[in-house]
C-alpha cells in the first residue's frame, strides 16, 4: 500500500498482531539512511511488536526503498514531512487505540524530531541506534567520516555506497534543534544501541537518554549498528518497553 504526502508516494506495510483484538496500539516504524523496511532489523521490530497485539505500520521514506523521491534530494526536513503525514493518517485509523513512533538510526533522529511535534498524540517513543551524531557533525564539519567547512557548505556529499547527496541536506540538518526536541517530548522513550556501533558512537545515546525526562536505556554488548546476530535482544528490549507502557 502507499501513503501520499504531498504528491509523493510512500511506500507502507501494515501488519497487525497475532491476536486479533478489534482496537490495538499502532506503532510506526521508520528505517534509517539508505535503508528500507525490509531490513532484518526493522522486519523484526515490527514482529515483536505484533506478537504482543500491537500493530505496526512500517514505511519507506523519501528517496528510499520503494518510496518516490530521488536519494540525493533527501533531507531531514522532507522525512519529518513524510511522518507528519503517516501520522495524519494514523490517526483516521479506526482500529487504533494509541499511536507509538519508532526509527532506527536517521529514522530515529527524525522521529525525535517528530515526537516533539505531535507530543499530544504520541504515547511513548523509541529510537533504536539514533543517529543523533548527524546534527552535531552538520555543524561541526563532519558526516559520512569525512570532513567539511560548516560555513561554505559543499555541493553534494557522496555516501557510503557511492550514491551522491545534496548539500541542502547538510543545511537543513545544521537548522535542526535537536535538544530543544528532547526537551519537548514528555513522554516515556526507550533508546536501545550496541554498544559495538560503529557508525553512531554509543556515547551519542547515554547523553540523550540523560536529557530525555523519561528514559529506558538498553545498551546491547557487543551488539553493531543493524544489531546483526542480537536481533532477539532488540526484539526483547522493544517487547519489555512495550508491555510496560502499552
Ligand atoms: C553520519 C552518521 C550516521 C551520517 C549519517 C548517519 C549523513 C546515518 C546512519 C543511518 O541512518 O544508519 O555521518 O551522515
Redesign the pocket.
Known amino acids: 500500500m502507499y501513503i501520499i504526502d504531498d504528491g509523493i508516494k510512500l511506500n507502507a506495510k501494515l501488519d497487525m498482531p497475532d491476536d486479533d483484538s478489534k482496537r490495538c496500539p499502532l506503532c510506526l516504524i521508520f528505517h ?2 539508505t ?1 528500507h523496511i525490509e531490513e532484518d532489523h526493522i522486519v523484526a521490530v515490527a514482529r515483536s511488536m505484533n506478537e504482543i497485539g500491537i500493530a505496526t505500520l512500517r514505511l519507506d521514506l523519501y528517496g528510499h526503498g520503494n518510496s518516490d523521491g530521488e536519494f540525493r534530494d533527501h533531507t531531514l526536513y522532507k522525512w519529518l514531512n513524510n511522518i507528519l503525514a503517516v501520522v495524519d493518517y494514523a490517526k483516521k485509523l479506526d482500529f487504533v487505540s494509541e499511536l507509538f513512533l519508532c526509527g532506527h ?3 530515529g533522529l527524525a522521529v525525535t524530531l517528530a515526537a516533539a511535534m505531535e507530543r499530544d498524540v504520541i504515547r511513548a517513543l523509541i529510537p533504536l541506534s539514533p ?1 543523533y ?2 546534527i552535531q ?1 552538520a555543524k561541526e564539519g563532519e ?2 567520516g569525512k570532513k567539511f567547512d560548516p560555513e561554505h557548505i559543499p555541493d553534494e556529499l557522496i555516501s557510503w555506497d557511492g550514491r551522491k547527496l545534496s548539500g541542502n541536506y547538510i543545511r537543513v540538518a545544521q537548522s535542526i534543534d535537536l535538544e530543544s526536541a528532547i526537551k519537548k517530548y514528555k513522554g516515556p522513550v526507550l533508546i536501545v544501541h550496541g554498544d559495538a556501533d560503529e ?2 558512537p554509543v556515547q551519542f545515546a547515554k547523553d540523550a537518554a540523560n536529557k530525555f525526562e523519561i528514559c529506558r536505556l538498553v545498551l546491547i554488548e557487543g551488539a553493531d ?1 543493524c544489531y546483526e546476530n542480537y536481533l532477539e535482544e532488540l526484539e526483547d528490549a522493544v517487547a519489555d518497553f512495550m508491555i510496560a507502557v502499552k
Do not use: C, K, N, P
Open positions: 534509517g539512511f535503508g538510526s536517521q529514522g543517529a551524531s548527524i557533525g558526516l559520512l557508525t553512531v549498528h
